[in-house]
């Protein structure tokens, strides 16, 4: 028998459990939706050192206090948030009604969408399962969440863990191979929100638009820092470095590129092998250095770093010694200089500890340059000049920007967190996410005073009077 209809069968029965299980209680109150988050912190808080060791594992070497920094804090950050002020986004927002409708009155009511789908990818798998989760348990949903296969080890774990603490009915977590994932994506949520790949994102999309459910999508992109002229080199190396170097560069918002003004190249490559060696002085070796995920993204690497030098790229190591490591695939960050347009390296998104470079003559050149390509996650911008960063931001699209810095804007719960265009739809994180997995639903209380009164028919004088009235206000 195919293995196929097993697990669409199985998947289809989970998610009929959920749905029968929302539908017998359709507007879960705010205990109990409180319940839920304290029982999803306490779950992180109890097996944080389990989830951290496990994520290492599957990475072949990732320091556990990067994925308490980086996944478990902000998880519970997110939490903490949304048992704060969930039960104030839950309430009716007043609305204001039309002068022409009163003393009718109009609210709109934030209402739970149903069973919701969350796919996680495997550069972040624990931060990028419970954010979304987080927001949808606060919406007042049942979840399904489908795990990557590229992190078994954190994935079984994950899944024990969660089965522990939420009944099957609540929130079910899933684990399978990319058949897995399209059956999952097949299913008939109520909403779906995938993180990943642009191109895994477009098959996610069309499978939901058979089922017309509603998606929300955090893809990726080449994420632009712009270092404008007279910024300080040390000050931006350190910041690009790190945002660029955390995770070995496996960061969706992760810098992809960076524009700099022309001349300065050989005073940056010199700050950013300084600031690379100060925070991590091993090298390859350093135990806080990660390893990329498995061979396959390792050789892509690789073959991107290859294809660069052999069209003419200067590639300026970041370590010293040994820079690259077959057998633990852990690759040395690298800044690549006068790479051709063409490369792989400069056309697909890099997700590794690889940083092109780009000069530019004056800032006109350099604002062209990030509005020709696709619309990116993030933009990282340098400068000290208001008018010009209100400038950038006014004629540049990006999915989320921090000044002065990198990755940080997603750390704030009171941001939206989400892309643009070919990064992505949608958002999520705090109430932006509370929002997008409930229906907003609008509501008119109409009153005993109001009517259709002069509107309705029969039409005449009395009709032409008040057209007439309420076209001129």
């Keep these: 028998m195919d293995r196929a209809p097993d697990f669409a069968a199985s998947l289809q029965q989970t ?183 642009t191109g895994v994102g477009r098959r996610v999309m069309a499978a939901a638009a058979a089922n017309l459910t509603p998606v929300t999508l955090e893809l990726g992109g080449k994420s632009p820092a712009v270092v404008t002229p007279g910024y300080d080199l040390r000050h931006a190396a350190q910041r690009i470095v790190f945002g660029k170097l955390v995770n070995a560069g496996q960061t969706c918002i992760a810098p992809d590129y960076v524009l700099l003004p022309r001349g300065q190249e050989t005073a940056f490559v010199a700050a950013c092998r300084a600031a690379a060696q100060q925070l991590y002085p091993l090298g390859l070796r350093s135990p806080d250095y990660t390893s990329i995920i498995d061979h396959r993204q390792y050789s892509r690497l690789l073959g991107l770093l290859g294809q660069a030098r052999a069209g003419g790229a200067q590639v300026h190591a970041l370590f010293d010694g040994v820079q690259a490591d077959d057998l633990r695939h852990r690759l040395a960050p690298a800044l690549v200089c006068d790479a051709p347009p063409t490369v792989r390296l400069m056309t697909e998104e890099i997700f590794g500890p690889l940083l092109p470079v780009v000069l530019y003559d004056d800032m006109a050149q350099a604002l062209a340059f990030v509005r020709s390509q696709p619309r990116p996650l993030a933009l990282y911008w340098f400068d000290r000049d208001r008018r010009r960063v209100l400038d950038a931001l006014l004629h540049t699209h990006a999915g989320g920007v921090t000044v002065n810095d990198t990755l940080l804007h997603f750390a704030q719960e009171g941001l939206p967190f989400g892309g643009v265009g070919a990064s992505g739809m949608g958002q999520y994180h705090g109430r932006w996410g509370f929002d997008t997995f409930s229906k907003l639903k609008p509501v008119l209380m109409q009153s005993r005073l109001s009517g259709v009164g002069l509107a309705a028919p029969p039409y005449g004088q009395r009709t032409r009077w008040l057209m007439k009235r309420m076209g001129r206000l």
């Design 15 to 197: 998610q009929s459990l959920l749905r029968a299980a929302f539908d017998a209680a359709p507007y879960p109150d705010w205990a109990l939706r409180r319940d839920r988050l304290r029982r999803l912190q306490a779950l992180l808080r109890r097996h944080a050192a389990e989830f951290a060791e496990a994520i290492d594992a599957d990475f072949g070497g990732r320091p556990p206090p990067e994925t308490g920094l980086l996944e478990i804090v902000p998880s519970l950050e997110g939490i903490a948030d949304a048992l704060r002020h969930g039960k104030r986004w839950m309430r009716p927002r007043r609305v204001a009604v039309s002068r022409w409708f009163l003393p009718a009155r109009a609210h709109v009511l934030p209402q739970p969408l149903g069973v919701v789908g969350i796919i996680a990818p495997w550069n972040y798998p624990l931060v990028l399962a419970v954010a979304p989760l987080t927001a949808a348990l606060a919406a007042g949903n049942r979840a399904m969440v489908k795990l990557s296969e590229f992190t078994p080890v954190f994935g079984a774990v994950f899944a024990q863990r969660a089965a522990q603490t939420f009944a099957p009915d609540e929130v079910a977590v899933v684990q399978g191979d990319a058949e897995v994932g399209a059956a999952f994506s097949a299913l008939p949520f109520d909403h779906l929100l995938f993180t990943g790949s």
